[in-house]
């Protein structure tokens, strides 16, 4: 597909959705002003409860799944807007498809079940080769074959409800040429530069001139140092709890009895080759007995000569994936076959053939070649190991007890952090300059956690300068804070801000001085344009953008058509002013095979919008509600950067 349909979808949405929103009803989220006794819940879907609960349990998870993507991912962002929002409505979504889904009745029989599992691509590592569930790999990550499929089950009748009306859609010729026109048109423009940087060494801002700009009231914001506070906190943890605890050595040995064979055992692999002989579940017994008949053979073929087990293996195993090979499966572990073939398998020694290994894939003859693995760690080796892991376990045991106390210490004994400190052995750390809002420079742990920090300013907190309440941060772990010294909000000194506000004061001037020079120069050229010194003619549209701001490519698209060639001023903030002048509209360069794969994709991006509107349907037909309150918490402007991670 196409990398310039990919990197300008809002421009053909704008173009097709217009179009396809005459054919559904279009809605948001609504708010109810009156909602339900519930304080808990902040949702509905068709009269169903989204909760509180259950909005920070999927924030958490969805803030620990992108950490497992992304190490160095600022943890600013979790406490975004629009984070919360990404969470909110994939809870509203889930909830939303689960009503469409039984309402009209979509549910996925065992046969289709088993169809989509075999045929899905992402599921393919959790599969053995004859098809079945990987039971060792899926145990590893904590889940059944049965939780497993009733989550596929789920999600497979989910996709039937938007699915019929995605696979169905149908993108005009109309509306393809006009999405597709906004995108690949192409223009030739010449262009003259005005840098305000140009500007700026002739500016020298008078000290009146400073002082106007220190009172005008719209630049308050700029010139004010923002609250601080000196603060004081304690941390508790897994690891500070582990901290405390003694395990002795017997402890540790029994735990490393009770484990040895599962956790200090390295896994025992076998490298197998086998021959199939396949026999169909419905086979008549005829077919068994021909079946049989001819594994027999080849395994009194194979005892009578071992050298030629591979090429009978090639010549006649049904196993497409090993014959080529000799019938070789490489190294295999305990649970990745069958229970017939594993059994058979793991009782062999390296070098010995099977009798004929009947499973319900057919008839095998099964050869081990070597064994790995199966080597038992002494306890000497792994005594930190188990130290660790020990103290790891007693510590998430006894972690709700400590929190309990933390909790009751820290409110009843308000007025110092101490008292907590010395009974559950924790460290009191210290931070200057704490700000309301997370610096820039705080990337990651309490300073840049905003529940945190709203609590620590919470007005009757830094009045009476006592300990906040018990906070949870993350998984197992709560903090309480106190303001030991406040700093309100004031306006900055004159003296203080004077190069601050030289250099705004510089900055506005020279754009300003670059765009009146830019206007007069257009003015000029359009009566004389032999006289115009502009660059060189360049070819540009929005896949070819010239490494030019997306200002100019919007403005070299927009000029008229047919009131070539066109003039225009066009403000770049923060660099200047460039006078552009668009000279003709180019035929597209686009290949007829090009052509092909953008409309392609943008059948997709049609069909995506379809399914969006018909969603939005859906959640005006199932009453979707949001309560006021954390609506109007969503709708909060934040930081662009960090929204753009949050997206």
Do not use: C
């Amino acid at each position: 597909m196409l990398d310039f349909v990919r990197q300008h979808t809002r421009v053909i949405q704008i173009v097709l959705l217009p179009l396809i929103a005459v054919g559904f009803v279009a809605v948001g989220i609504q708010g109810y002003s009156k909602f339900m006794d519930d304080t808990d819940t902040i949702a509905t879907v068709a009269g169903q409860k989204i909760t509180q609960t259950q909005w920070d349990a999927t924030q958490r998870a969805e803030a620990d799944r992108v950490r497992a993507q992304m190490p160095n991912v600022d943890a600013k962002v979790f406490d975004t807007p629009m984070f919360k929002k990404r969470t909110l409505d994939g809870l509203v979504q889930e909830q939303v498809m689960l009503t469409a889904a039984d309402k009209l009745h979509l549910v996925v029989p065992d046969s289709r079940l088993a169809r989509l599992i075999s045929s899905d691509p992402q599921l393919t590592p959790f599969l053995t080769p004859e098809g079945q569930w990987n039971k060792t790999l899926l145990e590893a990550r904590g889940r059944t074959s049965q939780q497993l499929e009733s989550q596929l089950r789920t999600q497979y009748s989910l996709q039937q409800v938007i699915g019929g009306i995605t696979a169905s859609a149908f993108a005009p010729a109309v509306a393809n040429q006009v999405a597709l026109e906004a995108v690949m048109q192409r223009r030739e423009v010449q262009l003259a530069r005005f840098d305000a940087k140009a500007y700026a060494a002739s500016i020298q801002p008078t000290d009146a001139e400073l002082q106007k700009y220190y009172d005008d009231k719209d630049h308050a914001a700029l010139l004010t140092a923002p609250e601080q506070a000196d603060i004081e906190y304690v941390v508790l943890d897994l690891p500070a709890v582990q901290a405390g605890i003694k395990v002795d050595e017997t402890e540790l040995r029994n735990f490393y009895e009770q484990n040895v064979k599962q956790r200090y055992t390295s896994p025992e692999e076998r490298r197998t080759s086998h021959i199939l002989i396949k026999l169909d579940p419905n086979a008549t017994s005829d077919q068994r007995k021909a079946a049989r008949a001819k594994a027999e053979s080849l395994l009194a073929q194979i005892k009578k000569s071992p050298s030629s087990f591979a090429e009978l293996a090639k010549r006649h195993s049904d196993d497409p994936g090993s014959a080529a090979n000799g019938g070789d499966l490489g190294f295999i572990g305990r649970g990745v076959m069958t229970k017939p073939f594993d059994d058979a398998a793991f009782a062999l020694k390296p070098g010995l053939l099977s009798d004929l290994v009947e499973s319900d894939f057919g008839y095998h003859i099964i050869l081990i070649t070597a064994v790995r693995g199966g080597d038992v760690h002494s306890f000497d080796s792994v005594r930190g190991e188990i130290e660790a892991e020990v103290k790891k376990q007693q510590a998430q045991r006894q972690y709700a007890e400590a929190a309990e106390r933390f909790t009751n210490l820290v409110y009843e004994q308000a007025d110092s952090l101490q008292p907590v400190a010395d009974q559950l052995k924790l460290t009191i750390q210290k931070a200057n300059a704490v700000t309301r809002a997370p610096s820039s420079g705080a990337t990651a742990g309490l300073l840049s956690n905003a529940k945190f920090l709203e609590t620590l300013f919470d007005q009757s907190n830094v009045t009476n300068k006592r300990n906040t309440e018990a906070i949870e941060i993350g998984p197992n772990q709560i903090v309480a804070g106190r303001v030991t010294h406040y700093s309100a909000a004031r306006k900055r000194a004159f003296d203080e801000v004077k190069a601050q506000m030289r250099s705004a004061v510089v900055a506005a001037k020279a754009f300003q001085m670059a765009r009146d020079d830019a206007q007069r120069q257009l003015d000029a050229w359009k009566t004389a344009p032999d006289a115009a010194k502009l660059g060189a003619p360049v070819v540009l549209s929005r896949r070819q953008a010239a490494d030019l701001p997306p200002a100019l490519i919007d403005a070299a698209l927009k000029a008229p058509a047919d009131k070539l060639p066109g003039w225009v001023v066009v403000n770049v903030p923060e660099q200047g002013s460039v006078v552009l002048k668009v000279n003709k509209v180019l035929s597209s360069d686009m290949n007829a095979d090009q052509i092909k794969l953008a409309s392609g994709e943008f059948a997709q991006l049609w069909a995506a919008a379809e399914g969006q509107s018909y969603f939005n349907a859906l959640k005006s037909r199932y009453k979707v509600a949001v309560l006021p309150a954390v609506q109007a918490k969503l709708d909060k402007p934040t930081d662009k950067g960090l929204d753009a991670q949050a997206r």
